[in-house]
């Protein structure tokens, strides 16, 4: 069994390489964030209450979020493992997690924040099936519009200048802490998130010892 989680700023390519393993090992990708835009577009409780803290340019209380990983993890519905996408982002939640589950390593993809910005500043989501596109390496055939159901594409509401450069903040105040917890443990493998997906996604296998 793998089981594993992926950590990096936001923009860094976690969901992208998330997939690719997932394909790889047939085992189950679990996005924190997809998890929340869900409850968002079917207008659940949480989804409104998720929605106010994100245009207030906060984060989702560590009660919630920690809620939301076990209640999925208890599906137990992975067979061949898991890949956990967008969780912890802070020492609390590290340690809960140390503290309820077992994990192979943490794989952290590292990469500069002004990569990030551009990244970001960049990216466009379809409104209809959620499909993402970046400006820069994926790149719709017609502008604003979604190359697979003609959806309109879009910018996510969170993806602003002002509250990037909060995200950023973030992450290397809260979230550089919970990856050290990891790192005394021996389970995080660094890895350069500048290159093409598929030259880190054969890095990641490297040292997964899976090639």
């Known amino acids: 069994m793998h089981k594993y989680i992926i950590m990096g700023v936001q923009g860094c390519g976690k969901g992208t390489q998330a997939r690719l393993l997932k394909q790889k ?3 189950v990708h679990i996005s924190v964030g ?7 577009q079917n207008h ?3 989804g409104a209450q998720v929605k106010r803290t994100v ?3 906060n984060l989702v209380g560590d009660q919630v979020v920690e809620d939301i990983v076990r209640q999925r993890l208890d599906q137990h519905d992975w067979n061949y ?3 956990l996408d967008g969780f912890p982002r802070n020492e609390s939640q590290a340690l809960f997690f140390l503290e309820s589950y077992d994990i192979d390593a943490v794989i952290h993809i590292e990469v500069p924040d002004e990569v990030v910005r ?3 500043l960049s990216r466009r989501l379809c409104s209809d099936c959620g499909l993402d596109f970046n400006l820069i390496s994926h790149r719709p055939e017609i502008e604003n519009v979604c190359d697979v159901c ?3 594409l879009l910018s996510r509401p969170d993806d602003k200048p002002e509250a990037l450069a909060e995200r950023l903040e973030e992450y290397h105040t809260k979230t550089e802490p919970a990856l050290e917890l990891f790192r005394r443990k021996e389970l995080v493998l660094d890895l ?3 290159p093409p997906p598929d030259t880190i996604q054969q890095e990641i296998r490297r040292l997964l010892e899976l090639v």
Do not use: P, Q, Y
């Not at 997809?34 to 968002?40: C, P, T, V």
């Open 192 to 194: 350069d998130g500048t």
């Open 44 to 46: 659940t409780k949480l």
């Open 34 to 40: 997809d998890i929340f835009r869900w409850h968002i």
């Open 55 to 57: 245009a207030a340019g």
């Open 81 to 83: 493992g898991f890949i």
């Open 25 to 27: 090992l047939d085992i």
């Open 150 to 152: 003609g959806g309109e």
């Open 118 to 120: 551009d990244r970001v």
